[in-house]
């Protein structure tokens, strides 16, 4: 099965404390198609100024991702730049400069409008609605943040009713819902509407709810991240390439979209931008996902002599 | 095999978001004996005063600990008070008298002296170093905490040196190796003499680190902690009396014994005090092993057909 993602395609500039870097390629969108592309066809919406050359199409073009739904407009492509702490958990944002993204809106491709995995970037909701109402997809996932709870959130709870999974980070798990307690959270935001919510909790894994299954898992243990700039959204696209792939939905499939997605994510930390994904190989993924086996492994052992 | 305890025996007044309650019976050597002893015999070396009443020892004696080592002196039993923040993350301490703990020598019986298995919890450095140098022990895991890495910094790196196991929190391994990155910072603690590392943390879960080999758990999700004192020394207890009861030391053995440890600490944390595990039967223990695996299970069942 192919798979559609609605997003943002921009330039990042990044400072951490293993280097800087102007004006790579960069969004949501493009993150995600780039790990969702290891699995499946991946098409991608999005909008880009007349600044945006064919050497960055030719990174996207190079993971087989379908452009045509990639609108380019007169003026420049959005452009972000945030410099990381020491520890990588805080950044700050030196400049958001929305460009011609501010004022996206989504074209499908007509043969877009049939894309049975459907991949909901961080957009305003209202976007995001709109584009759900046109796709006729299987399942559709959604990403959203901090920004658009606290200013949108009726359209927010809106784009909830008409989604599969909620994909999101701890902190605005926990906004979401008002609630401190992320088991408390998330049946909170079960009620909402989305049959799944997935949990990121970047150095310490993430997690998975539905009504009546709950799975956790551990980050890969990596001693240099380079630029974490991107994992979720990378996240994403491994976990939905691999259910769109597979053509599964069920629990067992999910678990391992979310062994797959953080494989992807660990990789795409290792490198500035997408370049570790530029240089990736399958046999990478899949060593990958066999080593978190590995460290997650126990066996089924009960102790059973009791003395008292 | 048997296993032996050395730490302190206090009364703990507790307040959290769920309640209050004062003058509890905790401390390092409880909570470790406690857990430990749904596996295997454990024998207890601490200090109480002579307001230590029967009714407590009747807590421990209901399982099976030996009570043996506890020496009880004139004067007052340890006593601290602490209040918990809205998310259990954060702890006041209010009051904290050693009272009769400020003397203590560990005196360990004759039996004790030879105990396959020994825990010693956070207690001074130079009081653990005498106790390891008395005890013929197959297997010796050591409790620290932030103060003795701040002010006894030189006598705990004696102690690393003569130990096996140094199971840690999160901060403190990173205040102790000087390193904020937890796999750099256990890698130098591996250097300064343990061959295992199990860094805890809380909510997250916890990690298990050796020269060659790393596993990560979560931890058992959970909706209302009641009262979080003393989780860190009942995963010690259950980790411990896992390994003593089986008598192996294998990485397989380890790392089931991470989950009967956070088993344990997950039961302790839902009542005040011992209350949970006082009440707690062994079928409940293999039980909530049981859905560790659950939780944690996916199929190792890698995606073979790649697009590009």
Chains 1, 2 share one sequence.
């Not at 209202?126 to 959130?153: F, G």
């Not at 380079?226 to 996240?235: N, S, W």
């Amino acid at each position: 099965m192919s798979i559609l993602v609605v997003g943002s395609v921009a330039f990042d500039s990044v400072k951490t404390p293993f280097g800087e870097r102007d004006e790579m390629l960069g969004g949501s969108a493009t993150h995600f198609a780039m790990a969702a592309s290891f699995f499946t066809n991946v098409s991608l919406v999005a909008v880009v100024g007349t600044d945006f050359s064919e050497k960055h199409k030719d990174v996207l073009r190079a993971r087989n991702v379908n452009l045509e739904g990639l609108e380019q407009v007169t003026g420049e492509t959005f452009r972000w730049k945030g410099v990381y702490g020491y520890d990588l958990n805080t950044r700050e944002t030196i400049y958001t400069h929305l460009n011609v993204f501010a004022d996206f809106k989504p074209k499908l491709p007509e043969s877009a409008t049939i894309s049975p995995f459907l991949f909901l970037g961080n957009i305003s909701p209202d976007l995001q609605l709109e584009v759900r109402k046109q796709v006729d997809a299987k399942l559709v996932a959604l990403d959203t943040m901090n920004y658009w709870i606290e200013k949108t959130p009726d359209l927010l709870k809106e784009v909830l009713k008409v989604i599969d999974i909620l994909i999101i980070n701890d902190e605005e798990a926990r906004e979401l819902a008002r609630e401190p307690n992320l088991i408390k959270a998330t049946k909170k935001i079960l009620q909402m509407g989305p049959n799944r919510v997935i949990v990121k909790r970047g150095e310490y894994g993430a997690v998975m709810f539905s009504q009546d299954s709950y799975f956790a898992m551990p980050a890969f243990p990596q001693e240099d991240v380079y630029d974490p700039t991107g994992a979720g959204d990378t996240f994403a696209g491994g976990f939905m390439g691999y259910l769109a792939a597979t053509n599964q939905t069920d629990e067992a499939a999910m678990r391992r979209a979310m062994i797959y997605g953080s494989v992807m994510a660990s990789f795409n930390v290792e490198a500035f931008g997408c370049d570790r994904l530029e240089q990736l190989s399958y046999q990478d993924v899949n060593n990958r996902f066999r080593q978190f086996k590995e460290i997650t492994h126990f066996d089924e052992l009960v102790f059973e002599k009791k003395i008292s």
